[in-house]
């Protein structure tokens, strides 16, 4: 500690542009794996939120919600079986209009689903005939409490009840319709799409049975979007390990010979290696706090067009992780510093 | 009685196929309070003698007696324990680490030394650094830089001294200087100190003359 700091201070412009490489390297890697959970959040919240843990689809319907159908026989073998554990959902998705103004539609996603069951938010009240709890995210498009809005395919006009949270499905905000409201705007009321479970189910003959995660990542454009962003952060973190092992190699390698002179004197091997990783540990633990602060700055200003989540687990998370990539650049280092013989000091090779 | 005292060594180094033997049978010993300069041509094995003096290296053959301790099959840690507490050195270029301010040159010894820690800036300001002691190495001149790698040798308080060509990067007039000071505080504190150098105007300085050549040494009459 005591050649690490006075060394940061005797050289402290070379050492904060090593820290300016770290903060812009993690604050990258949060900004994208943020961008990836708000873009995932955008398109599975919808299911993500709910208690549910598995979801009985038709057979040969691919994991897709709008691939599947299922009859009121179906539901019967599965209601007398687990009760209060299953209920229907329909999904579908449509647009929706300002009542007076053909011109600005809003794609949407109708989840039709019985109000007692857990599938239901837990703001949704009982309502009237033709009042609807809706996803907040449909603020952003001018829509509050109290307005109406026609549903573009089949003129039918809803009353927004309330928001409930930001649920979404495929980037759509979501409108949560009872059986009842359903059968005025969808064709067949009749059939639905799935059956989701409280339980963790794993067969069932006659069925697709998928848990949850299965059914989000086959949400279309789900898969697609996480694996580039996550792609793009495995990079990030692999040139990450690369550009600071070699930043820090050339930094250590001009040192070379003060590490002799240093082992020569009765420095311990151990004491200089500690030296190291103390050195490359603050330097990186300062990047990491200031792109987190950077971070927690963008996401107050980030706009509603761009979704943007990131959890304190994942912040914290990536931050360990990135101070684990940091440690282990130093090793390149640490293997020249182990073997500098304090030799060299004497005979005026330095 | 001898601080440092060499008994027959031999340093072999594999070349190529064949072995290179760079000092033959060598056998010396210094005092205390005695300051000892060794002599000779470069290649002569002036560096290998001093490594094997300051436990940076262990001889092939011989004993090396320090304070009547065999060193010579020393481990590493032991050799590190040694040159922190027994041993000063005093390179040719001064070798201070270029981010500690002068008084933390030796700040930093006694940190990582159990030694009782000595009145550092008080050595300092002995040898006329006292205006110097918060600069960086870079903003002093040569010589002062190696006043201060003279300090750091003693600061320890070690009973041996080793200089490696102290004043190769000195003028004469510096040069000089530099050699005194080593000489005024081996006689005061009653140390024992080893010289490696070329230099022979510095050599009236000096209490007795080794030479060096093709890896055997002899004492030369004063």
Redesign the interface.
């Given at each position: 500690m005591y050649l690490t700091l006075r060394e940061l201070r005797h050289d402290k412009w070379k050492f904060s542009a090593l820290g300016l490489i770290i903060f812009l390297i993690v604050f990258l890697v949060l900004f994208i794996t943020g961008l990836a959970n708000g873009l995932a959040n955008d398109s599975g919240s919808a299911i993500k939120d709910t208690p549910a843990e598995t979801f009985v689809l038709q057979k040969g319907s691919q994991a897709r919600l709008n691939r599947s159908k299922l009859t009121e026989q179906d539901w019967q073998n599965f209601q007398n079986k687990y009760h209060n554990d299953v209920t229907k959902l329909s999904v579908a998705q449509m647009t929706i209009q300002k009542q007076n103004n053909a011109s600005k539609k809003t794609d949407i996603a109708y989840f039709v689903i019985n109000q007692d069951s857990f599938l239901a938010p837990k703001s949704i009240k009982k309502t009237d005939s033709n009042q609807v709890y809706v996803s907040r995210k449909l603020e952003s498009d001018g829509y509050k409490v109290g307005d109406s809005f026609k549903d573009s395919n089949s003129g039918k006009t809803f009353k927004i009840a309330g928001f409930t949270n930001t649920e979404s499905y495929s980037h759509s905000p979501v409108i949560y319709l009872n059986n009842r409201q359903a059968k005025n705007i969808l064709p067949d009321s009749n059939s639905f799409n799935a059956i989701a479970v409280k339980k963790n189910l794993t067969k069932k003959s006659g069925y697709q049975v998928i848990s949850k995660q299965t059914l989000i990542n086959n949400i279309p454009g789900y898969s697609a979007e996480q694996s580039s962003l996550y792609l793009m952060i495995g990079f990030l973190y692999l040139i990450s390990l690369f550009v600071l092992a070699v930043f820090f190699y050339i930094i250590n390698l001009q040192k070379i010979s003060d590490f002799g002179t240093l082992k020569a004197l009765g420095t311990k091997t151990g004491y200089l290696v500690r030296h190291i990783l103390t050195e490359m540990g603050l330097l990186s633990v300062s990047g990491i706090l200031v792109s987190f602060l950077v971070t927690y700055l963008i996401k107050l200003k980030m706009p509603a067009s761009m979704p943007f989540s990131l959890s304190l687990t994942t912040l914290l998370g990536t931050g360990l992780l990135f101070l684990i990539i940091a440690l282990l650049s130093a090793l390149l280092s640490l293997i020249k510093v182990v073997k500098i013989d304090p030799i060299n000091a004497i005979g005026g090779n330095n | 009685m001898s601080v440092l005292e060499l008994k027959n060594i031999i340093k072999n180094y594999p070349d190529g196929e064949n072995v290179n033997e760079v000092l033959k049978d060598i056998s010396f010993q210094v005092k205390k309070g005695e300051f000892a300069a060794i002599m000779g041509p470069s290649g002569a094995g002036k560096?290998t003698l001093?490594?094997i003096m300051?436990a940076?290296?262990s001889p092939s053959s011989g004993t090396v007696l320090l304070n009547n301790q065999d060193i010579s099959h020393f481990s590493k840690?032991q050799q590190?324990?040694?040159?922190?507490?027994e041993i000063g050195?005093i390179?040719?270029?001064s070798?201070l680490?270029?981010?500690?301010?002068i008084s933390?040159q030796l700040q930093?010894?006694q940190?990582?030394?159990d030694k009782k820690p000595t009145d550092a800036i008080a050595i300092l300001k002995q040898l006329g650094l006292g205006h110097r002691l918060n600069s960086?190495p870079n903003a002093l001149s040569g010589g002062e830089k190696q006043r201060v790698a003279i300090a750091?040798a003693f600061i320890n308080q070690p009973d041996l001294i080793l200089a490696?060509?102290p004043t190769?990067s000195l003028d004469s007039k510096r040069g000089r200087e530099v050699v005194q000071i080593i000489q005024e505080t081996v006689h005061q504190q009653n140390k024992a100190a080893v010289m490696v150098t070329h230099d022979e105007r510095i050599l009236d300085l000096v209490d007795s003359i080794w030479q060096i050549e093709d890896g055997k040494l002899k004492k030369v009459n004063k």
């Open positions: - | 560096s001093l490594t300051g940076l290296l840690n590190i324990q040694l040159r922190l507490n050195f390179f040719q270029n070798d680490i270029p981010y500690l301010k933390e930093f010894i940190k990582i030394s960086y750091r490696d060509e190769a």
